[in-house]
């Protein structure tokens, strides 16, 4: 959807819903849904990742009301949600609102809010691992934060987002999504180190390239328990090499040497989990570089490489994912791997534009062969990063 398709229709419905409004009553507030291109269960490791903002969004149009209500119409769900400021409803949820709700109690505690009411509507699918979320509560705390001139920066607006998710909803989320939601811009990545929250703009300018998005479709029904049983693997990791070297708090601070010299006394399946944390980490780094020399042929080598590791080392990977992986790499593509936490969701492929249509052919016919239902593409050549504007 294009911003100005977004308010155009969005005005509509909020006129349906509640009245006529005047020029410069309402305000627009936008952010886009995210891939992760590479770095890859390596966040609650103390890691890098290297998000990247999609072309599709949440979009939200609301005015302040007189009164201490909250009104809210969903165009994704066709259902309305309505509230009192000093009453809300019970905190804990996963329903639409509970995103809206959550953003709105982060910030009550802090500054004095009004009443409002608005239209919210998305094109980031929901819940297929493109953080339709965080998008969600990015744009919410923009609206809010327009509406009542809150004197938020953007790391707090960040914060406000997290807490929505993380005390309402009830996901105890990393911090990728939102930062890469409110700070992604047009024709950037962003490199984020997990460690710290320290974070700085890498270029995304694949002239004559397209990064291919290939939502499988597939249920993560294994998902939760499978990550935290590597989490676990990973802790256990870190208190392995703790009895080295004390100063180790993560595996980010554990060093290839170190690992090379000790890593034989760990079980099998945790010195391969290990492994690849530290060497995703390493071609983070690579990715970055190879960003800023334009190299799209070395960035593609690294997805493949982090793929296969996904696959074989950390145990993460699907049949659905590693059949695209596949059918991507034998239509010419530069590299593809899974993104997202695995065992379903998205994958990403990279391709010269010349080869893209041919490339989606033989991924929509391999897999409908394998699954007999067919993947979702979403082509990406473009970017866009969050806005708020009056309308
Ligand atoms: P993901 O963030 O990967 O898309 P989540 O399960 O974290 O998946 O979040 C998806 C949920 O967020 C949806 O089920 C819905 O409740 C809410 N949501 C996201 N976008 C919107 C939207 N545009 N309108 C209403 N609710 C939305
Ligand atoms: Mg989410």
Known sequence: MRREEAVSALKNRFLERFGPFKEGDLLFSMAPGRVNLIGEHTDYNGGFVLPLTIPRAAYLLVRQRGDRRVSLWSENFSEGVEWNLDD????????????????????????????????????????????????????????????????LDPL???????????????????????????????????????????????????????????????????????????REECEEGVSFFQRHDSSIKSLRELSWELFQRYGGGLPEGVASRVRHVLEENRRVREAVNALERGDFQALGELFTASHRSLRDLY????????????????????????????????????????????GKMAIQRDFEESFHRLPLFLELRENFGSQVARV
């Open 315 to 358: 145990l993460v990977s699907s049949p659905e994912l590693d059949r695209v992986v596949a059918s991507s790499l034998e239509a010419g593509a530069l590299g593809a791997r899974l993104t997202g936490a695995g065992f379903g969701g998205c994958a990403i492929a990279l391709f010269r534009e010349s080869d893209l249509e041919r």
């Open 88 to 151: 809300p409803p019970r905190k804990e949820g996963r329903r639409w609102f509970h995103y809206p709700l959550g953003v709105v109690e982060a910030l009550r505690g802090r500054f004095p809010l009004g009443g409002f009411e608005g239209v919210v509507t998305g094109d980031v699918p929901l819940a297929s691992g493109l953080s339709s979320s965080a998008a969600l509560e990015v744009a919410f705390v923009g609206a809010v934060k327009g509406l009542f001139s809150l004197p």
């Open 156 to 230: 707090e607006e960040i914060d406000a987002a997290l807490r929505a998710e993380r005390e309402y909803v009830g996901v105890q989320c990393g911090i990728m999504d939102q930062f890469v939601s409110r700070l992604g811009r047009s024709g950037e990545a962003l490199f984020l180190d997990c460690r710290n929250a320290e974070y700085r703009a890498v270029p995304w300018r694949p002239e004559g390239i397209s990064l291919l998005v290939v939502d499988t479709g597939a249920q993560r029904e294994l998902a939760a328990s499978a990550y935290n049983t590597r």
